[in-house]
């Protein structure tokens, strides 16, 4: 057998789990529907700088299909790997002869790969259909709004993940990545309040580790004449919080590679 | 071609069919006009002179948001659509020449001299005639300023009606994608079809050799395992 024939007789396999005709079709649809239907490209004030615009019309792309993408990878993650624990699959799968770490490689990259290429590639195309010269001669905030928007997205994929292969219960964990969206969600609303009242940008700081958006957000508003100035990050000090909140994320897919590898006794 | 990459390719094109199909579903959806947006003028344009448009056009058009005016002319005039504000045209005829009215037409020789200095500044430029229909939605954040000019030698009288449409998106933007997406699309899952056709034939066939009593290859294989 060729080496990278079971790698791909796996991936093959999870595919065809995660993504039975007419699903990935479906998802395409909705994607580019729910991407156009809700942008809004607003009445920016004038001296507005474009890369704010560009970042507040991605932004309004992003809302609906970015909820669709967390709930796919919840449940690639949970119905893909979890599950495959929870009956004893598992069994077969790790019979093929292949490193336990190519396994799960070949499982994620069905999950989580081909389910972020999907949603970036239709969201970027629905942009640029949308609003050619501005995506053109912006392509650094198009680029980073996205980097960063994406990023409590894996994060949140990455603790499922581990903790489906912790919990061993498909179900359990999609519950578990479930609450942990919300809480990321609402934390925004919390930080917001707590550090106005607090008159630190700590919190922001603090919380932009995990959602690098929010310091991206106040990056471009500080470059507005008209916008609030409570805090204003400057670029390098945001890519600082991508970088953190992707090594964030790596640590954990790392955590669960280890575990997958040395601890999980099936 | 093995199975797999027919499925993969396939698979490709049903994806890219479903992504074209939403294109074409939104390309149907008609603008919506902007509130309060109306906006309404006329003007005798003398020999060799040119108008800007005082009326509505202050905010900047958006990606989404365009402009539709309904023009009526009695001889030949041209319109531009440039992608600067009134005040920006106003500020660069006044540096230049501070004793003109603004309020009135001016030379066609200043509009030319100003269209030399920049540009890329006309986004539309129509040579009108009788009623003219003309629709604009800006690819990015544009201030805009209608301008009407008058070359010829007779005078031309002008009068116009306009508005602001609202576009989920312009449906041009959206069907020119699809044009190609879905053909494309559609070709990638040839390969497939052919083969399910292929399979939907051969089906029957070893339905009447089974009845036959003699058993298909790989049952026979199946039966050894």
């Known amino acids: ?35 156009l239907l809700f942008a809004y490209s607003g009445h920016e004030p004038p001296g507005t700088p474009e890369e704010l615009a560009v970042m507040n019309l991605s932004k309004s792309l992003l809302g609906l299909p970015l909820f669709i993408l967390v ?73 980073l709004t996205y980097v960063a928007h ?60 995990i959602n690098p958006s929010e310091a991206l957000h106040y990056h471009y508003v500080s470059l ?32 669960s590679y280890l575990y997958f590898c040395r601890r999980l006794s099936v | 071609m093995s199975k797999r990459w027919i499925t993969l390719l396939s698979r490709t094109g049903t994806v890219l069919m479903a992504a074209g199909l939403a294109l074409v579903l939104l390309s149907m959806i008609p603008p919506r006009k902007v509130d309060q947006s109306d906006f309404f003028g006329a003007a005798i344009l003398e020999p060799e002179t040119f108008i800007i448009d005082q009326t509505y056009l202050f905010e900047p058009l958006t990606p989404q948001n365009g402009l539709y005016m309904n023009i009526q002319v009695n001889s030949s005039t041209t319109l531009y659509v440039l992608n600067l504000g009134k005040e920006y045209v106003y500020h660069w005829i006044l540096a230049r020449f501070p004793e ?81 997406v879905v053909p494309i699309g559609f070709a990638l899952t040839i390969p497939w079809l052919i083969s399910a056709k292929k399979r939907m034939v051969a089906k029957p066939l070893g339905n009447v050799v089974q009845a036959s009593g003699a058993m298909p290859q790989k049952s026979r294989k199946a039966e050894a395992q």
């Open chain 1, 1 to 35: 057998m060729a080496k990278g024939k079971p790698f791909l007789e796996i991936l093959a396999s999870s595919l065809h789990g995660d993504y039975k005709f007419p699903v990935l079709e479906l998802l395409a649809f909705l994607f580019m529907l729910s991407s």
């Open chain 1, 71 to 143: 709930m796919l990878l919840l449940k690639n993650v949970t119905t893909g790997i979890g599950s495959d624990l929870e009956r004893g699959t598992i069994q077969t799968i790790l019979v093929y002869p292949l490193r336990r770490r190519s396994i799960l490689t070949a499982k994620l990259f069905s999950a989580v790969l081909v389910a972020v290429l999907l949603f970036l590639g239709i969201q970027i195309t629905a942009l640029w259909i949308l609003a050619p010269d501005m995506v053109s001669a912006n392509p650094t905030a198009v680029f």
């Open chain 1, 150 to 209: 994406v990023s409590p997205t894996l994060l949140i994929a990455g603790l499922t993940l581990l903790f489906s292969l912790i919990l061993r219960k498909g179900s359990a964990a999609f519950v578990v990545g479930l609450m942990m969206f919300f809480i990321v969600t609402m934390l925004a609303s919390l930080v917001s309040f707590a550090s106005q009242a607090m008159d630190s940008v700590f919190l922001w700081q603090l919380y932009s580790l």
């Open chain 1, 224 to 255: 507005s004449p008209y916008g609030p100035h409570f805090w204003s990050p400057v670029l390098s000090e945001v890519l600082l919080y991508v970088g953190a909140s992707y090594a964030i994320t790596s640590f954990l897919f790392v955590l």
């Open chain 2, 100 to 180: 003109i009215q603004l309020s009135s037409a001016l030379n066609a020789s200043l509009l030319e001299e100003f269209l030399s200095a920049h540009p890329d500044s006309a986004a539309r430029r129509e040579d009108l005639v009788g009623e003219t229909v003309m629709q604009h939605v800006p690819s990015r954040l544009m201030n805009v300023t209608v301008v009407f000019s008058n070359r010829s030698m007779q005078t031309a009288s002008v009068s116009y009606r306009g508005k602001l449409l609202n576009f989920i998106v312009p449906s041009e933007r959206a069907l020119n994608p699809a044009k190609f």
